[in-house]
């Protein structure tokens, strides 16, 4: 397909995928969200690289990470956009009500990222946490809260490569040293832990599964 048509390219798909690719870049480009729409422009021109929508479904927030823009959608979908493509879809089981609710404060604190290289995902609600890799979306543990307890996503903050996450309980149902819980890319943070690994099945050179 000519480079010249290729604004006018929407790419049907599932999920409610509207995908247009303006132009292709060669360098970095910059994802944001504008309206119902996440969007992409060349980090040195400006030009529009690309547009992604869902009709009917808009963008909560988005997270950038090295080349990938890490979406959560009002229905509860995450989605991550990289390389000139949507690569893949993960939904939030029965999130939808909690993210029109107040209590969510518009998805913050939601998609976390839980290494500096950028390839492990949390995503944090209330029952519970999930970490997928960014590189294909794959799940790679999860995480529920405790009984009579609730993560707070937006109570959270990083140090020395964990995440403390806030998970307040009921009234005396559990100390306040259960109430704060750490997380990196291969779980729960406790002693004598034996996690599995994230790195992509075969050899590190193995190209990812397309998009899903």
């Known amino acids: 397909m000519p480079l010249a048509t290729a604004d006018h390219h929407v790419r049907p798909a599932p999920y409610g995928d509207r995908f ?6 060669d360098g970095d480009s910059v994802p944001y969200v504008t309206g119902r729409a996440v969007r992409a422009r060349d980090a040195d021109s400006g030009r529009a690289h690309w547009t992604y929508t869902r009709p009917g479904r808009r963008p909560l927030t988005l997270l950038p990470a090295r080349g990938h823009a890490l979406a959560l959608w009002d229905d509860g ?13 993960r939904a939030i089981p029965a999130s939808a009500p ?15 990222l839980l290494d500096p290289a950028a390839r492990m995902l949390a995503v944090v609600t209330p029952r519970h946490v999930a970490a997928y890799r960014v590189a294909d ?19 959270s903050v990083r140090r020395h490569g964990v995440l403390l996450l806030a998970q307040p309980c009921r009234a005396g149902a559990t100390p306040w040293t259960a109430q704060l819980v750490a997380v990196d890319d291969l779980g729960r943070v406790t002693p004598r832990r034996t996690p599995l690994g994230n790195e992509l099945p075969g050899s ?7 998009p899903r």
């Open 20 to 25: 247009t690719l303006h132009a292709r870049v």
């Open 77 to 89: 979908l995450v989605t991550d956009t990289a390389r000139g493509a949507v690569r893949w879809h």
């Open 98 to 112: 909690w993210l029109a609710s107040p209590g969510a404060r518009g998805g913050a604190g939601v998609l976390r």
């Open 137 to 155: 979306g794959d799940l790679r543990w999860t995480l529920p809260a405790r009984e009579g307890c609730a993560f707070d996503p937006a109570r």
């Open 204 to 210: 590190a050179g193995k190209p990812v599964a397309g």
